[in-house]
């Protein structure tokens, strides 16, 4: 239920400071960078991902149902490791950033560093933010 509750302040963080967390790029870069690595997986290991996982950056019905009910979380966790720090951040880059942000949040900084250190510098930058 914690983490329930640090994923949705996330959203409303992100609502807040938005700009100074995609404006420059950096984390969109690095998730569809992800997404087009679990696209390749997907498609190598027999499933047809819809093309738009590539490129689509916001929510999407189709990948979002795709992934949960085509592939199944359960199934997800074999191609997002080290790749995202969950299946369900794998949907939107909204959702990339409320998972890293719980990662943070919950103290396992050092694997989200690890396995997505731009979006890891932004929450640290947001945190840093709060301690002034």
Same mark, same amino acid.
């Given at each position: 239920m914690i983490d329930d509750i640090i994923h949705e302040i996330a959203h409303s963080i992100e609502e807040m400071y938005g700009h100074g967390i995609y404006d420059d790029g950096a984390i969109?870069?690095?998730?569809? %960078?992800?997404?087009?690595?679990?696209?390749?997986?997907?498609e190598a290991n027999d499933?047809?991902?819809?093309?738009?996982? $590539?490129?689509?950056?916001?929510?999407? $019905?189709?990948?979002? *149902?795709?992934?949960?009910? *085509?592939?199944?979380? *359960?199934?997800?966790?074999?191609?997002? %490791? %080290?790749l995202f720090p969950s299946p369900y951040a794998a949907t939107s880059i909204r959702e990339y950033f409320a998972r890293g942000f719980e990662e943070y949040v919950m103290d396992n900084k050092k694997e989200l560093k690890s396995i997505c250190p731009l979006l890891y510098k932004k929450i640290k930058a947001l945190h840093s933010m709060e301690e002034q």
């Open positions: 969109e870069r690095e998730f569809l %960078g992800k997404r087009r690595r679990l696209y390749a997986e997907l499933y047809e991902p819809p093309k738009e996982l $590539q490129y689509k950056t916001d929510f999407s $019905q189709k990948i979002d *149902d795709y992934l949960y009910e *085509d592939v199944t979380y *359960d199934a997800m966790w074999h191609f997002v %490791g %080290g």
